[in-house]
């Protein structure tokens, strides 16, 4: 681990060649400390998205692919099938650390895709090319949050009030975020407004991640509590609504943080336009709606504890979950890096995937 000073540094990247390592902002430690954490193996990337070390859809993903190339990198002496094998085992091995976010699942397929497609028996060749598929996967990445920022800026008019849940920011992807994406954009453009950030309880990516990255982007940003948002959007002070998301199902019901839901709820009642931005590697044409979409437990403590601090009587029961689902129907609009998802039905998300080059 190093400490790291001045510019914030990349969320996740690969640094060096094949015998180099995956380096990430180890993110249980903001905003007081701003770490790097070196991972050199599979299990060290496993703990890492299992701890939040890493997280956000897309950067579970980038993280999930460059652990693929850490767990067969020092494989010696098999034939190709054996390798094949092998990645298969290391891919369903970092599949188990977390369920709901769909683009690491996205991001194994392509890694085993790379491989079994790879026309060479040459394993040492194979290596290299399943690295320049992680890194690829880290780029398009980037590129799509641009995307996304690009089509959903003019969501933001200088003045507005703009809400959101969680961390979609730069710390949830490889670069510029997925919410955040459209705040960048119009920031860049000259535009000022204001940013509140829920706190989103119990891990508080909201206040702990959200409120750091923007706070040093030069973006006012505002937290509260996540019990405030009624009152906030009743006040009149929000304009528009915008989050992230984990998986987006086939008829665009979309799952993301607890607490998402409750918001989309209190915006349809306050008349404020509830959006959420992911890109395309979100979307989950498997998954016909939201009821079939795993969600994510987590261990009771992280409530009852959080953060090493008693807040409940140490054996208490806690309902846990980690996401939730909103149903399409809530939603005003998806902004993906090819565009607007609106209405949000089950055509509009088909259209979107069909216009995907295959
Ligand atoms: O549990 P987390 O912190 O991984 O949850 C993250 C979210 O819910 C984000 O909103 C989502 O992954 C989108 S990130 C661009």
Request: charge should be negative; charged fraction near 25%.
């Amino acid at each position: 681990m190093s400490v790291v000073a001045g510019a914030v540094p990349r969320t996740i990247e690969w640094v060096g060649g094949l015998d180099g390592h995956v380096s990430m902002i180890d993110q249980t430690r903001l905003p007081v400390d701003l770490v790097m954490l070196q991972c050199r193996d599979a299990k060290t990337i496993w703990d890492a998205i299992r701890r939040l070390s890493v997280r956000g859809a897309p950067a579970i993903g980038i993280a999930g692919a460059m652990g693929v190339v850490l767990g067969v990198r020092d494989d010696s002496g098999k034939d190709r099938e054996g390798f094949l094998q092998h990645l298969d085992e290391v891919c369903d091995y970092l599949a188990s650390s977390r369920p709901t976010g769909v683009n690491l699942f996205g991001a194994l397929e392509r890694m085993r895709g790379c491989a079994r497609s790879f026309e060479s028996n040459d394993v040492e060749a194979l290596k290299a090319a399943l690295l320049d598929e992680a890194r690829l996967i880290r780029d398009e990445d980037a590129a799509m949050c641009r995307e996304i920022g690009r089509h959903g800026e003019s969501l933001i008019e200088s003045g507005a009030g703009v809400l959101t849940h969680c961390n979609a920011g730069s710390l949830a992807t490889a670069e510029y975020g997925t919410a955040t994406a459209p705040m960048y954009t119009a920031h860049a453009a000259g535009r000022r407004f204001r940013v509140y950030a829920d706190e989103t309880r119990p891990l508080l990516q909201g206040s702990r991640l959200t409120a750091w990255e923007l706070q040093r982007a030069g973006i006012d940003v505002t937290v509260l509590c996540d019990n405030m948002a009624g009152a906030l959007l009743r006040s009149g002070k929000v304009n528009v609504v915008i989050t992230g998301a984990d998986r987006i199902a086939a008829n665009g019901d979309v799952a993301n943080k607890i607490g998402t839901y409750g918001l989309a709820v209190l915006a349809k009642e306050h008349d404020v336009p509830f959006y959420v931005a992911a890109p395309t590697t979100t979307l989950d044409p498997d998954t016909p709606d939201g009821s079939t979409i795993p969600i994510e437990e987590r261990d009771p403590d992280e409530i009852r504890c959080g953060f090493g601090k008693q807040t409940a009587p140490p054996d208490v029961a806690c309902y846990c979950p980690a996401f939730d689902v909103t149903p399409a129907k809530l939603i005003a609009g998806i902004i993906t890096e090819r565009g607007l998802i609106q209405p949000v039905n089950e055509r509009c998300v088909a259209e979107i995937l069909g216009a995907c080059p295959s």
